[in-house]
């Protein structure tokens, strides 16, 4: 086994704008784009060519940003299509599409869904991008199952509360990603 180097490593840009604490940052499927959420309510965009801010979404009902999941489907038509999935401290899951000649998102063609009770915000979400299906979690122990339907995302199902357990990511595994892994904290009650 090799020894990593430190010195492989090296600094490229600081990625300024945020007015409050980061919470979620992720990358589109191609790596050209990446996304940073914050505290602040705003999702600031960044090319990763040259690090310049190409875009901020934002959108009040948001409240603060607390997790971001890029979505990569299928529409009706067999086109691909590029969907920022951003989840929210009062419980909203906001779908941005990305316009199809370019790489902005169009906040004017997004969709919200209270997906959980106000104020139980997403604290977690993963995407299958094998079976079109998102998995949400809330900051109160909810899990819940989407499949995704172009900008549409149709409950497959629940499971109710799970007292005195936070989870703070979520993952597919297994054969045809039919697991789900939750890690977790727990608040020591």
Known sequence: M???????????SDLKGS?????????????????????????RVYSTSDFSRVQTLHEPAWGKVTALTCIDS????????????????????SLVPQAKHNSWFTQRSSKSIEVFKFNDSVAAQVYDAANQRIAIASHGGVLKLFSVDGADLIELWTIADAPGVIPISLAFFGGGNQSLLIHKLENGE
Do not use: M
Not at 2 to 12: E, G, V
């Open 2 to 12: 090799s020894t990593l180097q430190i010195n492989q490593y090296r600094f490229h």
């Open 74 to 93: 299928e529409s009706a038509a067999g086109d691909r299509v590029g969907t920022l999935c951003v989840g929210s401290i009062r419980g909203l899951v």
């Open 19 to 43: 007015k409050g604490p980061i919470s979620s940052v992720v990358f589109n499927r191609d790596a050209t784009l990446v996304f940073i959420g914050s505290d602040d309510g705003h999702v």
